[in-house]
């Protein structure tokens, strides 16, 4: 796992560049000292390899055993190519049930503890270069209540999670959150701004709304020595929208693409796109969904994409060399219990960590190795579990029936949507 620091310019653009200080400033790498230009990495290098230059004045290492001036010496080093581990989730969505579970599991002195709720995927999550979550509802303040906070004009119900859930992800292993959806402006400016101070709290990385407009000019972000870029945005919301800056909208793939197109203007290395679409409960993506993203994929150089809003899951694909993940389901959410209306559907208690593994060509640019791990919440505990990996470690009879039959399940409603699971 590792944090983000802001870049302004990425590596791979120099290396791409195929420049050397050598080459630059000859003269000063004919004198070096014989210590500088021990192989390393280095933005200058040109992609896999580097070159060492050295001078020194020993006739044993000239090119002339009669001649003692000194000699430029070029050694070239081949590096491996560099990789980078990713893994997303779907929505997060602290509705009753979850945080019933949250306040059961907490100890003295706590409102909520959601931490054992996701202990048994922490493993998975937190081995990964970079994990994303997505925060689909509004962040309270430390002090505020969470839940239901009216009905949106557009129909369903206004809400926000309690501050504890941030800091919650981060023990996971979670270092960046997309955060544009349709419930992202629930509460308005005020939520949008409880929301990043509660995950800057706890450490993590934002993108999809802004407290400020200079806050929403995306960074680019290191990982593993990768310049990444992400962004996110949503194709619905709830409430009248605010400034263009505060919540991110995809109101066209070509708006979006121009975005994309800055970050690699910037450097950017990979580029990740989160997006927000409105149809719920579907096994597949919306003819317009497709489109869309086939749009975008077409207008600018993506690595990644990965789809939050419609609650189940649905397959993932190669769009060109991009991979499409159309939707992650839900990463813990209060649905698949009986008295959730039209969410009492069990699929919505099933979700996929997008795992995604990054390795460079020797153009520079990275070709993507995407996976999905299935997870899934227990019905009645809201506890996230990943039920292949979790079955196949299973000692004999280690697990109640009860939770193997739920697990089980789980595996079987995916397994008929996506086949390709671990």
Known sequence: ????????????????????????????????????????????????????????????????????????????????????????????????????????????????????LFAPVAPIIGAADLAICHAELPIGRPDQSSGVYGRSDFGGNLLLAPFEIAPALAATGFDRCSTASNHAYDLGAAGIESTLDALDAAGISHVGTARTEDEARTPLVDIAGVAVGHLSFTKNWNTVPPAGWMLRRATSATALADEVDLLRAQGAEIVVVSLHVGKELLTGPTDADRQFVEELIAAAPIDLVLMHGPHVVQPYEFVGSTPVYWSLGNFVSGMGRPGTGRYEDL?????????????????????????????????????????????????????????????????DRTRSVEPDIG
């Open 1 to 116: 796992m590792s944090h983000a620091l802001e870049l302004h310019y990425g590596v791979g653009v120099l290396r791409r560049l195929g420049v050397t200080a050598c080459a630059m400033v000859i003269a000063a790498c004919a004198s070096a000292p014989a210590d500088v230009g021990a192989p390393s990495r280095a933005p200058v290098t040109p992609p896999g390899s580097v070159a060492a230059t050295a001078a020194t004045a020993d006739p044993t290492n000239s090119t002339s055993s009669t001649s003692s001036t000194s000699t430029t010496v070029v050694t070239t080093t081949t590096l491996p190519p560099r990789t980078l581990t990713l893994i997303a989730g779907g929505d997060v969505l602290n509705e009753g049930w979850v945080d019933q579970a949250g306040r059961t599991a907490a100890g003295p002195g706590q409102r909520f503890d959601f931490v054992p």
């Open 347 to 411: 699929r919505t208690l099933d979700g996929l960590l997008a795992s995604v593994r990054f390795t460079e060509r020797a153009d520079g640019s990275f070709e993507a190795d995407p996976q999905a791990v299935l997870i899934c919440n227990e019905q009645q505990s809201r506890v996230v579990r990943a039920p292949i990996r979790e079955l196949a470690a299973e000692a004999a009879g280690q697990l109640p029936q009860r939770l193997r039959d739920e697990l089980e399940a789980c595996i």
